[in-house]
């Protein structure tokens, strides 16, 4: 089945910096979605992003389908940030549900 | 609030006791699916139901035991559970159940704990 690796697995950035996280997948998708999971464990999807780029407020995304990988930007890091962060994609082919990478932790410090 | 709940958001039961774990939807959505979240692991899809059909198993031990009465709920069916079924249950619905294109939305979780 299609594989999905996101870098880097874990992330400490003091409050205000910029940060990039990575998904890479290893086949054609049409679905990609990027998840926020906060420490109490409730998942927000953040961004629907099979391809192009989309912005909401400090968060921005870039999805590069020819390339097979996704990027998500959170600049002016705040304390709230902080969590797990999903990348999950279907394959092109048929109905099949989404599959989730391992995450990236984010820990923004004060 | 994602129009998805669950209940109850915490439970703890030993091996040889039976408990029900329920999420409602409010989106109006078909499609609704339980996912496991053990510690330092991925998400593990366990169940899909689409328009109250089962599509998904993926290979999920019988001591769990779904249900979907309608559009609006699913049920996970828990009995003769183990120590290694520790973990945070999610649930999420979507519109279509078209995995390829569908939004999903997850509620917060019940985390289970077997004594």
């Known amino acids: 089945g299609i594989q999905v690796e996101q870098s880097p697995p874990d992330l400490i950035l003091q409050e205000g910096a910029n940060s990039t996280l990575r998904c890479n997948f290893s086949?054609?998708?049409?679905?990609l979605q990027w998840f926020h999971q906060n420490p109490w464990g409730q998942l927000i999807n953040l961004f629907y992003?099979?391809?192009g780029t989309k912005q909401n407020g400090r968060l921005s995304a870039t999805t590069v389908a020819t390339e097979r990988y996704s990027l998500l930007y959170i600049s002016s890091s705040q304390t709230t940030d902080s969590g797990v962060y999903f990348c999950a994609v279907a394959p092109y082919s048929g109905n099949t549900p989404l599959v989730f990478g391992k995450g990236t932790r984010l820990s923004v410090i004060a | 609030e994602t129009g998805v709940t669950q209940t109850p958001r915490h439970l703890v039961m030993g091996m040889t006791n039976k408990k029900s774990l329920k999420c409602e939807q409010h989106?109006?959505?078909?499609?609704m699916y339980w996912y496991k979240q053990s510690a330092k692991k991925p998400l593990e899809l366990m169940f899909v139901?689409?328009?109250?059909?089962?599509?998904e198993n993926n290979s999920v031990p019988s001591r769990f035991s779904p249900e979907c009465p309608n559009s609006s709920h699913l049920f996970l069916h828990l009995h003769t559970l183990q120590p290694e079924d520790s973990a945070l249950y999610l649930c999420a619905s979507s519109p279509s159940g078209k995995g390829g294109t569908d939004t999903q939305y997850f509620g917060p979780g019940t985390r289970l704990t077997v004594l």
């Open positions: 139901y689409n328009f109250k059909e089962q599509t």
């Open positions: 086949d054609s998708v049409n679905n």
């Open positions: 989106l109006g959505h078909n499609a």
């Open positions: 992003i099979p391809s």
